[in-house]
T-cell receptor, first 113, second 114 residues
Framework: AQTVTQSQPEMSVQEAETVTLSCTYD???????LFWYKQPPSRQMILVIR??????QNATENRFSVNFQKAAKSFSLKISDSQLGDAAMYFC??????????FGAGTILRVKS | KAGVTQTPRYLIKTRGQQVTLSCSPI?????VSWYQQTPGQGLQFLFE???????NKGNFPGRFSGRQFSNSRSEMNVSTLELGDSALYLC?????????????FGSGTQLSVL
């Protein structure tokens, strides 16, 4: 069964600084997708970034980028120029082409002003 | 365009009762999936529907069921409620049910079982 592990229950970052959230996953599939979702206090999950496993190039979305290491099964999220609005719970998630979405336990990100 | 709408936002039930939660997807989206979020178990997949057909089901007992209507709206039902069913239930919609599809989530229904 596929599993997703987020080893950092909580992280803190100073406003305008850079922070990296870690995620590892376990799968025997070769074709799959990886996601980072953000859940602010409003509880509504928002997609931050998505990576297709067949693409070697790391995905980027403005201040958000990933470091995808397929062989190591690692998928970390880097947030640059952190803002107060980035404070939230961040979930790493995995999905193969036809299977269900599997989430990690989440990392609470606190942003200090 | 309206987002994913879940009703009700909050619900309080007692053990043994049953409950029905509703999810209206974004207009044009044909896939709806449901997730249970608890502090202890985290986010767990319940089921996924596409064009009124269940495509995937998570590891939950038969007390948890769902369905999707021809207008893509979905309901999930939990019968014989247990204390452990207290959770935030999230619904998400997407255009199609494919692995890489972007999911749009609702704000959830917070269920408390007393």
């Amino acid at each position: 069964a596929q599993t997703v592990t987020q080893s950092q229950p909580e992280m803190s970052v100073q406003e305008a600084e850079t922070v990296t959230l870690s995620c590892t996953y376990d799968t025997s599939e070769s074709d799959y997708y990886l996601f980072w979702y953000k859940q602010p206090p409003s509880r509504q999950m928002i997609l931050v970034i998505r990576q297709e496993a067949y693409k070697q190039q790391n995905a980027t979305e403005n201040r958000f980028s990933v470091n995808f290491q397929k062989a190591a099964k690692s998928f970390s999220l880097k947030i640059s120029d952190s803002q107060l609005g980035d404070a939230a719970m961040y979930f790493c998630a995995y999905r193969s082409r036809k299977d269900k979405l599997v989430f990690g336990a989440g990392t609470i990100l606190r942003v200090k002003s | 365009k309206a987002g994913v709408t879940q009703t009700p936002r909050y619900l309080i039930k007692t053990r043994g009762q049953q409950v029905t939660l509703s999810c209206s997807p974004i207009s044009g989206h044909r896939s709806v999936s449901w997730y249970q979020q608890t502090p202890g178990q985290g986010l767990q997949f319940l089921f996924e529907y596409f064009s009124e057909t269940q495509r995937n089901k998570g590891n939950f007992p038969g007390r948890f069921s769902g369905r999707q209507f021809s207008n893509s709206r979905s309901e999930m039902n939990v019968s014989t409620l247990e204390l452990g069913d207290s959770a935030l239930y999230l619904c998400a919609s997407s255009l199609v049910a494919a692995g890489g599809e972007k999911l749009f989530f609702g704000s959830g229904t917070q269920l408390s079982v007393l």
